[in-house]
């Protein structure tokens, strides 16, 4: 069964800092993988996205992501961090197969000091 | 404006007391989902929908119903709620039936069981 380990549960950066929030997938194919970003009494809203091809994925707001298949990882960074990037980030592995879910890790809370 | 709307957006409820969360998407998305949000474990999928009549059980089916009669409408139905239904949930769609699509979410519905 495909799985998502978002290690850190809450990180703190100084805005202008750089940032990098760490997943880690299990899954036994090629796999489909997102970041989500939630921000205070919002839903969820799509980031970036890889399937194939090229491993360092560009998304919205100036983050980008690198695929990584021998470290089974897909790190969202982004090089400087503004106050309005505080918010819950989610990375999901997607599956194709069966019934077809988005399996979510358990999330990561940026805050931002000014 | 394409967007996923859920009602109610808040709502607390006793023990037993049948309620219907209500899901509407206008952007003709074939696939719409349920999850639900609970500290530390992320977003876990409830039930879904691949097409009008067409569900199935996501990882945390229990205690909820789900019924897809129309193509923009995907109400989750909790017959009989117990506190452990207590939950922030989220219903989202997707224009693709292979999982290369961006799942749209709607702002979630904070539900509390007395």
């Known amino acids: 069964a495909q799985s998502v380990t978002q290690p850190d549960i809450h990180i703190t950066v100084s805005e202008g800092a750089s940032l990098e929030l760490r997943c880690n997938y299990s899954?036994?194919?090629?796999?489909?993988l997102f970041w989500y970003v939630q921000s205070p009494g919002q839903g969820l809203q799509l980031l970036l996205k890889?399937?194939?091809?090229?491993?360092l994925v560009q998304g919205i707001k100036g983050f980008e992501a690198e695929f990584k298949r021998s470290q089974s990882s897909f790190n969202l960074r982004k090089p400087s961090v503004h106050w309005s990037d505080a918010a819950e980030y989610f990375c999901a592995v997607g599956s194709d197969t069966g019934r077809r879910a988005l399996t979510f890790g358990s999330g990561t809370r940026l805050q931002v000091q000014p | 404006e394409a967007q996923v709307t859920q009602n109610p957006r808040y709502l607390i409820t006793v023990t037993g007391k049948k309620l219907t969360v209500t899901c509407s998407q206008n952007?003709?998305?074939?696939?719409m989902s349920w999850y639900r949000q609970d500290p530390g474990l992320g977003l876990r999928q409830i039930y879904y929908s691949m097409n009008v009549e067409v569900t199935d059980k996501g990882d945390v089916p229990e205690g909820y119903k789900v019924s897809r009669k129309e193509k923009r409408n995907f109400p989750l139905i909790l017959e009989s709620p117990s506190p452990n239904q207590t939950s922030l949930y989220f219903c989202a769609s997707s224009a693709q039936l292979a999982f290369t699509g961006e799942l749209f979410f709607g702002e979630g519905s904070r539900l509390t069981v007395l």
């Open positions: 890889y399937f194939s091809g090229d491993t």
């Open positions: 952007m003709n998305h074939e696939y």
């Open positions: 899954y036994g194919a090629t796999p489909y």
